[in-house]
């Protein structure tokens, strides 16, 4: 609170800053010490009665306790001393730090009962503040059209504008008069983009705006930015966080952008025909996607755990969503966000094949597309979009011919070995991966070493050859994956 409240409340005499009483102070500190700086944290009012004050070192005592960030000294007069050192007095008038004269009528607690009485009172009344616009937020989004009343409830509580951006859609909702700078801009452009909280204050000549996430119907791309010309306080930050998590519930999701009516064609055509690549033909039709300036991808996944639809269909923000046995399929427009889609979709525990865009007569091929880049996927452990650069030897080679040259390769050992064939091939896939490694391999399985030295002896005597040899090993694992991801 400012030194003017001590000076009305308590009668204090300023002997100098007369022209600075609204310094604020934070804490009230009594110490006699002659350096008291190492117990000091700044902002204080700082009392003494001159115990171990010397009058004629005043002014080096007032250095320290000024660079210390003292807000002001109170003097308190008797016993010590019968009024306030003059060597102290022209030390703080010529260093710009108030000084006060406290009388034996006022005892050094008292000054401080009055700043813990004030800091209390000023708490509860931000307290009854937040409490009144938390009622209010709840009636505001229970309400009509309650995005834009809690956008403009947050401007009136500020007194100065808020904005919500929802960049899936690339929408924006606002209450007040949005000022957005530079700076501003790339704080939402980085809370959109995170897909974690994210938040920031920035400060500018006349205006502080507050920045934060806001956790939508997708993991990432919405953001709330709140402007006002004073610093934001406790309860306009706590009140900013609660609507946030309030419009996070409110925004629609991308599922809502689709007439009812054609998913609910859509979804009949499936029905009727399920398992069946003619959905992304029925598609085109049912969205409206044939037009022939517009081009789309079709997006295939697995997901390693139970992951259903509706939660593919809010990562991709489509609601054309199929499944066929192991593998999922959807239709995405031309131009969709890939990094951040294959970057959920990998957080989410789904590996994805995308097809490059084609016109909607086109969608069959790029359905038969998307399911080799899936398998290319498999095949390198990530998400892979085609036509991009690919690493490794996924990129150029036919995965189709790959799993027949497996098939081929491994089948003497399934004739042979019927029963155990899926163990031997199991250690051979480990064997190789641990660079014939016999106790990394065993380690792995759980067996013995010389348990996984006779089962690579038994796969080396059904196929025919000899594990010794780099070509080998190399055919091998590259008929081992294309068996294990195709």
């Avoid at 117990?39 to 660079?67: F, N």
């Avoid at 500018?204 to 920045?211: H, L, P, T, W």
């Avoid at 399911?371 to 990129?395: I, K, N, W």
């Avoid at 390769?409 to 641990?434: G, I, K, N, Q, Y």
């Amino acid at each position: 609170m400012p030194l003017s409240v001590f000076v009305t409340r308590l009668g204090l005499r300023v002997l100098a800053g007369a022209d600075l009483l609204s310094t604020k102070v934070r804490w009230v500190h009594v110490s006699e010490l002659a350096d008291p700086t190492r117990y000091l944290q700044g902002d204080e009012l700082l009392l003494l009665a001159g115990t171990d004050l010397r009058p004629e070192r005043s002014a080096e005592y007032v250095d320290r306790v000024k660079a210390a960030g003292v807000a002001a000294l109170g003097f308190g007069v008797t016993p010590i001393f019968d009024r306030v050192p003059a060597p102290l007095v022209a030390a703080c008038r010529e260093r710009v730090l108030p000084l006060l004269e406290v009388p034996p009528s006022v005892s050094f607690e008292a000054c401080a009962e009055l700043l813990y009485g004030e800091l209390l009172t000023s708490q509860t009344s931000e307290i009854t503040r937040l409490t009144a616009a938390h009622r209010a937020l709840i009636r505001a989004v229970t309400g009509p059209s309650p995005i834009t009343r809690t956008l403009e409830l947050l401007a009136a509580h500020t007194g100065g504008w808020a904005l919500l951006t929802d960049r899936v859609r690339r929408r924006d909702w606002s209450g007040g008069d949005p000022r957005l700078d530079g700076d501003v801009r790339a704080a939402l452009d980085r809370a959109c983009a995170s897909t974690r909280p994210t938040s920031a204050m920035m400060s500018s000549a006349d205006q502080r705006v507050m920045v934060q996430s806001v956790a939508g119907p997708l993991p990432s791309g919405y953001a709330l930015a709140v402007g006002a010309p004073v610093v934001a306080g406790v309860t306009d930050r706590a009140l900013t966080t609660m609507a946030a998590s309030l419009l996070g519930l409110l925004i629609p999701g991308p599922v809502d952008q689709w007439p009812a009516h054609q998913v609910g064609r859509a979804a009949l055509s499936l029905a009727l025909d399920p398992g069946s690549s003619r959905w992304i033909r029925r598609a085109a039709e049912v969205f409206g996607l044939d037009d022939p300036g517009v081009h789309w991808r079709v997006l295939c996944a697995r997901s390693g755990g139970d992951a259903r639809l509706g939660d593919l269909a809010t990562l991709l923000g489509s609601p054309f969503v199929d499944r066929d046995g192991e593998v999922c399929t959807a239709l995405l427009p031309g131009n969709a966000p890939l990094d951040r889609i294959t970057g959920d979709l990998s957080r989410a525990g789904w590996l994805a094949g995308i097809s490059t865009p084609h016109p909607a007569e086109r969608l069959g091929a790029a359905y038969e597309e998307a399911l080799r880049s899936l398998r290319a996927a498999g095949f390198e452990g990530r998400s892979v979009v085609s036509g991009a650069e690919m690493d490794g030897l996924a990129g150029v080679m036919d995965m189709e011919r790959l799993r027949a040259y497996a098939d081929d390769r491994f089948a003497p050992l399934r004739e042979s070995r019927p029963h155990d064939a899926a163990d031997l091939l199991a250690t051979l896939r480990v064997w190789l991966r641990h660079n014939g490694h016999w106790d990394r391999t065993a380690d792995d399985l759980g067996v013995h070493r010389n348990t996984v030295r006779h089962r690579i002896g038994q796969v080396e005597g059904a196929l025919g050859c000899r594990l010794a040899d780099a070509d080998t090993r190399m055919e091998l694992y590259l008929a081992l994956r294309a068996i294990e991801e195709l």
